[in-house]
């Protein structure tokens, strides 16, 4: 191991155990903060075997050597279940312990075998030829699990994705990006392991993947920090229970009716809450507010979330977030042709109207018009400020 490689691999040990007591230290945590808690501490742990072994120092050490082989096994359940619970798509507590088990059946198994398989040779430890067809079958094992959870967590964002755009109004700030980097981080130390398993290059990415987790778990808001929010959100696995609750209530018993009435919603009464839905949006221009959710349209309301977004998904046929960008464009374009806007920038129109960024500010627009803002400024012969 290079000088800076050893540098590296020390930061990386430390960088671990600093996350993990950011993360202990926060306050007021939730499950998906306990989990990632747990996973840092035992990454904390495999980080110093796998270093010890790139380098070879762990055939000196006959009580830690084989004991790497069942932390491949933990860190894809960890990913899944973070993902899962981050994201509010847990539906059970106990059972996601399960995932565990063949972490578990691993370690008794090398339990057994490590001591009767280990032999010193000229002050090394080996394991001896009689239990490679055990270790390639354990390394085969922890590859497949890897993969499999890669692809099972990449599901879990996937509808994490369409949540989010159910919900908000705006998705910049949103765990999005964090989620995708981390499970694309965890990707990219599968397919080192699985196209190169040389355990020098091996010690090296996940060295450098624990540096990536704390740049960006670090930038993200509300991760390693707690972050009050006064918006009202509702998690996945919430609004996929009164979305159950809806269904069971429409062929329920009458006894049942005043139990779901919440989650019922008559034709004419959609009409009305649709029309008092626009009337609020123009007098109250709630799209203003960058930080909307589907929670606090509902909560002004006094309907429930999810017959909100079924008013938004069939009146208007949009999801929320296109529904609440639709009237920041309009907006835009209305602030645009008032001669006393034009001493300002684009953006900062935009930023009027309730875009939080020039990214998404761009996007909708476009989306929406067919046109970029500047293209349809230039269309209106409208003279603005140049953007700073």
Known sequence: ???????????????????????????????????????????????????LYGSGEIQKMP???????PFPFLHGPFLYLYILFVSGQQRHKWLYLLHFIPAVIVSIILAFVLPVAVVEYKEKYYLTHEFDTLIMVLVVGFMISGVVYIILSFILLR?????????????????????????SGMGAIWIVVIFDPNPAVFFIVITLFIFFFGYFGIRQVGIFSHVLSSHEVFLLKD??????????????????????EKTRLEESEAAYFHMKLNTIMKEQKCYQDPELTLGDLAKILDVHPVILSQIINSREEKSFYDYVNTYRV???????????????????LAFECGFNSKTSFNRNFKKITQLSPSAYARQQQVVFKPEA
């Open 1 to 51: 191991m290079s000088s800076i490689w050893h540098i590296i691999y020390i930061g990386g040990i430390f960088m671990t155990l600093f996350l993990f007591i950011l993360l202990v230290s926060k306050p007021k945590k939730n499950t998906a903060d306990k989990i990632l808690s747990v996973w840092l501490f035992f990454a904390f742990f495999d980080l110093i075997l796998v270093g």
């Open 63 to 69: 009580t830690l050597f084989g004991w790497e082989m």
């Open 159 to 183: 509808k994490h994705k369409q949540n989010i755009i159910g919900q908000f109004s705006n998705t910049e700030k949103i765990t999005l990006n964090w989620m995708r980097y981390l499970i």
């Open 239 to 260: 609004l996929e229970a009164a979305e159950e609750v809806k269904e069971r209530s429409l062929v329920s018993e009458p006894a049942e009716k005043v139990k779901y």
């Open 330 to 348: 309009e907006a835009f374009k209305e602030l645009l042709s008032r001669p006393e806007s034009r001493q300002y920038t684009l953006l900062g």
